[in-house]
């Protein structure tokens, strides 16, 4: 086990002024983790409110489930949040007033070597956020076409120079499969010039890693199939709040919104981090909060 930093939640006094929380509110925090806003979002309902928590992690969700057994509206689910409608229905209502997305990963997810998540601690290349997912990092990488990857690289990451990556991938391949993060790591290493630069050979390592995770978790599935389902779950006064952490995931939301009869951004549309959080909790520098409600009719 590798040690853990502490998860420390985006935004969260953001994310819970804008999500106005009543009492009798019916919560679905699609991205429950080990329940960094799940607290204070708990704090705001009582017994006439529900609270829905869902995450594909299943040691975060059991932990999660655990550290609010004591509150009889709160119900966690292990499942993907683009199946949000089913515990709707579970709970006998056909609309949910709010809905809470932190989209990506958390920090233990990142700081468990075992989880293959990360370049910095050698690992299996798993990155698979549910150990049910039948797709691995080692299937992406040792198994995908050079176009396939190449896509990968270029949609999850914004790589766009990533010929010699994947012909140095292939090639290695042909021998010697690769099973490490570190056997990952080595052939970033000597696809590009990094000029002696570390900072340069990590932001290359983090882009490398997260068009992988996205692929393998297919992270923009989900989201594409969910983002119709608020549309057609959100009851009239329903307020959406979206934390986005890369400019592709962010588009996805934002082309999405703009296209929608149903729903708009918010006048304040989106907010960002201020410069203490940015300074204080590295995780959120590229974190936007996206404030989504229903259109009058
Ligand atoms: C950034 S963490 C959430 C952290 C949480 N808000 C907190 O402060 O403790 C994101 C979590 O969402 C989960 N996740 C990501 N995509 C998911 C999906 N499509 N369905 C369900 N869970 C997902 C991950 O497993 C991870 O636990």
Do not use: W
Not at 104 to 129: T, V
Not at 182 to 190: A, E, S, Y
Not at 208 to 216: G, K, P, S
Request: net charge positive; aromatic share 10%; charged share 25%.
């Amino acid at each position: 086990m590798t040690k853990h930093n502490i998860h420390i939640p985006v935004m969260l006094d953001d994310v819970i002024e804008n999500l106005s929380i009543q009492k009798n509110d019916r919560i679905i925090e699609g991205t429950a983790g080990f329940g960094g806003h799940t607290q204070k979002i708990l704090k705001k309902l009582d017994k006439s409110g529900l609270y829905i928590g869902i995450d594909q992690d299943k040691t975060a969700i059991s932990h999660s489930k655990n550290q609010f057994k004591e509150y009889p509206f709160a119900h966690h689910y292990h499942d993907n949040f683009s199946n949000f409608e089913t515990y709707l229905t579970t709970h006998k209502h056909a609309t949910f007033t709010k809905f809470f997305l932190d989209l990506g990963i958390s920090s233990y997810q990142i700081d468990e070597a075992s989880r293959g998540f990360s370049h910095r601690f050698d690992g299996p290349l798993d990155m698979r956020m549910n150990i049910n997912n039948p797709i691995d990092a080692k299937e992406v990488v040792n198994t995908y076409s050079a176009e396939s990857l190449s896509n990968i690289f270029y949609h999850y990451a914004e790589i766009r120079h990533n010929k010699k990556l994947v012909d140095n991938l292939i090639q290695t391949r042909k021998t010697t499969p690769l099973k490490t993060t570190t056997d990952l790591r080595n052939i970033i290493k000597k696809s590009y010039f990094f000029h002696n630069k570390r900072s340069l050979f990590m932001k290359t390592c983090s882009q490398v890693f997260q068009a992988l995770r996205i692929e393998v978790n297919q992270e923009f599935k989900h989201i594409e199939t969910t983002l119709p389902k608020l549309e057609k779950y959100a009851n009239d006064s329903a307020i959406i709040i979206i934390l986005t952490f890369h400019s592709c995931e962010d588009r996805l939301i934002k082309q999405f919104i703009k296209q929608s009869k149903t729903l708009e951004f918010n006048p304040k549309s989106v907010i960002k981090p201020s410069k203490i959080e940015r300074t204080n909790n590295s995780r959120s520098r590229s974190a936007k909060c996206r404030i989504i409600q229903k259109k009058l009719p």
